[in-house]
């Protein structure tokens, strides 16, 4: 028999009577007997947001060790309620916390990595012929304290599980009967996409889709493991991630991607000589501020502007200390910009024809739509434009690309 890994995630369990919805379905498939179920999920509905806010409103800089010991607890719920709704629709299933599993992080709490994960437990439970249940988004270090992976962190405990079981696949449930070419609740006559290459999908995860974790795309293509991605209260068919085969001579444009978790932040007046960029981006690494799109303009006068990108999230960290360094280096300035929004076209080959980025830039301008940066690769060309008019710029590209 096949084991088959399912992770539900928060919206798919916000209430009573949906984890006894997803319970009744689960059952009904045991009943056919076909796949062997390992389910992994998500706290209910906003539980990890309320309990985030929570934390701030009683301390300003809470330990990073208590986040994460008051975070996993939301996934912790989820476990015992959808195991009792299991048993109440006569399904022999058992709960298990991250830590019990022994899926082993590192210390870096509230963004830990997954180090290994002790499959035997699972294993045995399986061929008692129950259903098991994983708590996702939480593991445990090498001296028993809790972590968690970060937010959207359930997918990474699912796809550990699908690589450690050997899994068939894995079902990503959600609120979306699949992936389409834009956000269906930014474009509503968005279509929805058969099938994805991992490469796409996870171009689409790092360019902001949520969907899936990156990291847990990530492994997916690593170990070749299908992922499909489909509505946890509907039949029919989603869509599936997996090796393509195809042979790209022309483009083939599969999305349209937008983030408004980002900003730009401008270094004016760099001395242009060796060293500068280093000393700037080895003051955003020391701070744990990651960097996504860089620009660098030369000017005559023998200073350049270097322009960036990174999580709205890490603005202030990355402020202070690029202040510290400007302060250092006289004509230096800095200016942050928070309402900017990355927007993303994602397909196969994109690079190999100019006319996509013709037809990408001439679709924004037409709407009055200025681009402020652009980055490129061989699946994708980014854009920074202002988060005013992102909605816009998406059903632009969507009329444009997916008529
Ligand atoms: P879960 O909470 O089940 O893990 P996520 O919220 O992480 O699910 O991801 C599902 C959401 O991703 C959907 O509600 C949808 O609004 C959003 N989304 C963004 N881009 C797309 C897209 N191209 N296709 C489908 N869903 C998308
Ligand atoms: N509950 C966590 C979050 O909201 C993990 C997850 O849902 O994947 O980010
Ligand atoms: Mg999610």
């Given at each position: 028999?096949?084991?088959?890994?399912?992770?539900?995630?928060?919206?798919?369990?916000?209430?009573?009577?949906?984890?006894?919805?997803?319970?009744?379905?689960?059952?009904?498939?045991?009943?056919?007997?076909?796949?062997?179920?390992?389910?992994?999920?998500?706290?209910?509905?906003?539980?990890t947001n309320d309990l985030t806010r929570m934390a701030y409103d009683l301390s300003p800089d809470p330990p990073a060790r208590?986040?994460?010991?008051?975070?996993?607890?939301?996934?912790?719920?989820?476990?015992?309620?959808?195991?009792?709704?299991l048993h109440k629709h006569g399904v022999d299933a058992i709960s298990y916390t991250g830590p019990q599993i022994g899926l082993k992080t590192d210390t870096l709490h509230t963004q830990a990595k997954v180090l290994g994960i002790d499959?035997?437990?699972?294993?045995?439970?399986?061929?008692?012929?129950?259903?098991?249940?994983?708590?996702?988004?939480?593991?445990?270090?090498?001296?028993n304290d809790v972590t968690t992976l970060g937010r959207g962190g359930s997918d990474i405990t699912a796809m550990a599980l699908a690589v450690g079981l050997r899994a068939d696949r894995l079902e990503k449930c959600t609120d979306s009967d699949g992936v389409y070419t834009a956000d269906p609740r930014i474009y509503r006559s968005a279509k929805r996409i058969d099938r994805l290459s991992y490469e796409e999908m996870l171009e689409m995860s790092f360019s902001g889709a949520k969907i899936l974790h990156p990291r847990a795309v990530f492994f997916a293509w690593k170990y070749r493991v299908p992922i499909l991605v489909k509505h946890s209260?509907?039949?029919?068919?989603?869509?599936?991630?997996?090796?393509?085969?195809?042979?790209?001579?022309?483009?083939?444009?599969?999305?349209?991607?937008?983030?408004?978790?980002?900003?730009?932040?401008?270094?004016?007046?760099?001395?242009?000589?060796?060293?500068?960029a280093f000393r700037i981006f080895d003051c955003l690494s020391e701070r744990g501020v990651g960097v996504d799109m860089i620009v660098q303009s030369t000017t005559k006068r023998l200073v350049n502007d270097i322009?960036?990108?990174?999580?709205?999230?890490?603005?202030?960290?990355?402020?202070?200390g690029l202040e510290k360094l400007a302060?250092?280096?006289?004509?230096?300035?800095?200016?942050?910009d928070d309402r900017v929004a990355k927007l993303t076209l994602v397909g196969l080959g994109i690079r190999s024809d100019s006319s996509v980025a013709k037809d990408m830039f001439k679709a924004l301008a037409d709407e009055e739509i200025n681009v402020e940066m652009i980055a490129t690769s061989d699946v994708k060309i980014s854009c920074v434009i202002s988060e005013d008019q992102v909605?816009?710029?998406?059903?632009?590209?969507c009329r444009r690309f997916f008529p």
């Open positions: 028999m096949k084991i088959v890994v399912q992770k539900y995630g928060g919206s798919s369990l916000s209430t009573l009577e949906k984890i006894d919805s997803v319970a009744s379905r689960i059952a009904r498939r045991e009943k056919g007997g076909e796949d062997r179920l390992v389910l992994v999920v998500s706290a209910m509905g906003e539980t208590e986040l994460d010991m008051l975070l996993a607890t939301g996934e912790q719920v989820s476990i015992a309620l959808m195991a009792m709704a499959s035997g437990k699972i294993q045995k439970q399986i061929d008692l012929g129950r259903v098991v249940i994983v708590a996702g988004f939480q593991g445990v270090t090498a001296e209260e509907m039949d029919g068919s989603g869509t599936w991630i997996e090796e393509l085969e195809e042979d790209v001579e022309q483009p083939i444009i599969s999305n349209v991607t937008h983030d408004v978790t980002v900003a730009k932040l401008t270094v004016y007046g760099v001395p242009d000589r060796p060293g500068m322009s960036f990108t990174i999580k709205r999230g890490d603005l202030a960290k990355a402020r202070e302060a250092d280096c006289e004509g230096m300035e800095i200016e942050a909605k816009t710029g998406v059903r632009a590209l």
